[in-house]
Structure formats: C-alpha cells, structure tokens
Nanobody, 124 residues
Framework: QVHLVESGGGLVQAGGSLRLSCAAS????????MGWFRQAPGKEREFVAT????????YYAASVKGRFTISRDNAKNTLYLRMNNLKPEDTSVYYC?????????????????WGQGTQVTVSS
C-alpha cells in the first residue's frame, strides 16, 4: 500500500503558475505509474496527466497539454505537476493517484491509491 499527500494548491490569477507536489510513503514509489486528476463541484473526476514508473513516458489531457508538465523524482518519492498559464476553468480539487501498472494510465478505475486532494482556484 502507498500513502499519498498532495500540497502546493492555492489561489492564483489567470495566466499564473503553480506547482503541485505529491509525497508518497509506504511501498516503493517507483513500482507505480502515477497520475493527476481533478474534480470540480458537481462534475466527475477527470484525468489530467500521467507518468510511467520510470518517468520516461507521459500523457496529458487535451485541455492541459502544452500548459501542464508532470514529472517524478523516484529518489524523493515525489510526484509533481507544474501548471503554467492557468485558466479559470482549471479551478478544481487536484488529486494524485498511484496505479499498480508500469505505463501511463488515464482511467480512474486503474488507480488503486488516492491522495486527499489540494484545492486550486484560478481567478479571472
């Protein structure tokens, strides 16, 4: 089992940047593909970005591609999401998640472990 804790959320103006972090503890972090998801009030949880175990493969939702960058530091057991050029529609609770798989995965059911989430609010 792996325990995930997100941090780095906050309030930012449109066009600004934030970096989210997800600290993992428990089983070997490098054994898991990792992902970021987000959920706005009244909406389903949606995929944002994913990265393979070793970090060589990434995949992004069309809505964030070119603005967000997912990365991981397996030596520090930490996952990151760099978010640039933020838009009001990016406002959500952001969750990190771990999957017992090697490659990037985009679907919610593929992920076995979830953090508690961190709020990102983008003002216009």
């Amino acid at each position: 089992q792996v325990h995930l804790v997100e941090s780095g959320g906050g309030l930012v103006q449109a066009g600004g940047s934030l970096r989210l972090s997800c600290a993992a503890s428990g089983r070997t972090f490098s054994a898991y593909a990792m992902g970021w998801f987000r959920q706005a009030p009244g909406k389903e949880r949606e995929f944002v970005a994913t990265i393979s175990r070793g970090g060589s493969s990434t995949y992004y939702a069309a809505s964030v591609k070119g603005r967000f960058t997912i990365s991981r530091d397996n030596a520090k057991n930490t996952l990151y999401l760099r978010m640039n050029n933020l838009k009001p529609e990016d406002t959500s609770v952001y969750y990190c998640a771990a999957a017992n798989l090697g490659g990037p995965v985009t679907t919610v059911p593929s992920y076995a472990y979830w953090g508690q989430g961190t709020q990102v609010t983008v003002s216009s």
